[in-house]
């Protein structure tokens, strides 16, 4: 699915609150990562600016885009929170497709970042735990791995999608 298709014709841009097309603003993104998360949630407050220093200095210059999607209840928290970040935002009135993507990329609780590629394919829905454990990017754009190996501890979503699991001695 293009990424207007996904996002919407136009996004809220930083510099004065602008519209911008959405074509326009993510084109030549390496990917795209959409960032459901909310003001009032302490755990969005704390990844935020992880992201925001991991975005400023490693992610954006690698080519990555960033999407808030806000789980806000009123548009004044929105704003304020927004001006906070480095990146462009789903417009606050788009309530009905800020849902419509949680759906789509199966968003439980926020913070979720997911990342979409110049296609709108997901290539991550993990990619939260990505930045908190490779904040230089280095594994970017964090492709989920083909087998986990769940003596390390990462599960992944197990719960989430169809899984084998092989237990071996």
């Known amino acids: 699915m293009p990424l207007a298709k996904l996002l919407g ?13 959405t074509a326009d603003a993510l084109r030549g993104a390496s990917a795209v990562g959409i960032y459901f998360s909310a003001s ?10 992880q992201l925001i ?7 954006h210059p690698k080519g990555m885009r960033c999407v808030l999607v806000s789980w806000d209840r009123d548009e ?9 970040m480095p ?27 997911a990342l ?11 990619a939260r735990n990505a930045v908190v454990q490779d904040p230089a990017g280095e594994g970017y754009p964090w492709p989920p791995p083909l087998v986990r190996e769940l003596a390390t ?9 169809p899984s084998l699991i092989c237990l071996c001695e």
């Open 9 to 21: 014709e136009h996004l809220l841009a930083k510099a004065g609150g602008a519209l911008v097309p």
């Open 40 to 49: 009032w949630c302490p755990p969005c407050r704390g990844f935020t600016p």
């Open 53 to 59: 220093e991991s975005y400023s200095k490693s992610l």
């Open 76 to 84: 004044q928290s929105f704003t304020d929170y927004f001006a906070q």
């Open 87 to 113: 990146w462009l935002a789903l417009p606050y009135a788009e309530r009905e497709r800020s849902s419509e993507l949680g759906k789509i990329f199966g968003v439980k609780t926020i913070p979720t970042l």
């Open 116 to 126: 979409v590629d110049a296609e709108g394919r997901t290539i991550t829905t993990e």
């Open 153 to 161: 501890g990462d599960v992944g979503r197990i719960n989430e999608v």
